[in-house]
Structure formats: C-alpha cells, structure tokens
C-alpha cells in the first residue's frame, strides 16, 4: 500500500489536513482522501462492476463502426476495461479501512 507523507503548513480542508508546522506527521492514503471526500468503499466496488458493462458496451459498439475507425474504437474499449481492477482494489482497501474504524 502506497503512503503519501505531507508535511507543510498549509490547509487541505479535503484531506483534514490543517498544519504540520507543530512536527507532527500526517499520514495520506488514497483511500482516506476519499472517503474524506465521501466516496465509500461500496460505492467504488460497484463502479468497477460497472466499467466492467461500459467496456463491452464500447466494444460491442466498436464492431459496428466502418473499418477505418474501428482500431480506435476498440482501443477505448480495451482502456476502459482496465479501469475496474483499479476501483475494486480502491474499494477493497477503504471497505478494511472503514472495518477498522468501526472496531
């Protein structure tokens, strides 16, 4: 798990961050901006089911265009469906998160 460290003296109010001149150090995963923002684990997880559905939609749709266009259309479909291991992995890690936060 990638861990963004941010010391400065500014305010994020996204990330709660209000300043780190005392010393202190404030610790930033993807997954706690996130949820900040208010984004759920849930949420993320769904998303991915649904790029999994966008990227045959695109793909079938590339299959009915001239022959010209259909390289591009096809490598959109294939970009699209990388996107959901990316969210489902997202969501996995923010659905533990908030699990230990309850506990």
Not at 22 to 51: D, I, K, N
Not at 60 to 79: I, P, Y
Request: net charge positive.
């Amino acid at each position: 798990m990638a861990v963004l460290e941010i010391r400065t003296a500014w305010t994020y109010p996204l990330c709660g961050i209000t300043s780190a001149g005392s010393g202190e150090r404030t610790v930033m995963t993807v997954g706690r901006v996130l949820h900040r923002a208010g984004l759920r684990g849930a949420q993320l997880q769904w998303f991915s089911l649904g790029s999994v559905g966008f990227s045959i939609a695109l793909w079938l749709r590339a299959k009915t265009v001239d022959q010209d266009e259909r390289g591009n259309a096809e490598r959109r479909a294939v970009f699209v469906g990388l996107w959901p291991s990316m969210f489902w992995l997202i969501g996995d890690s923010m659905r533990r998160e908030e699990k230990g936060r309850r506990s």
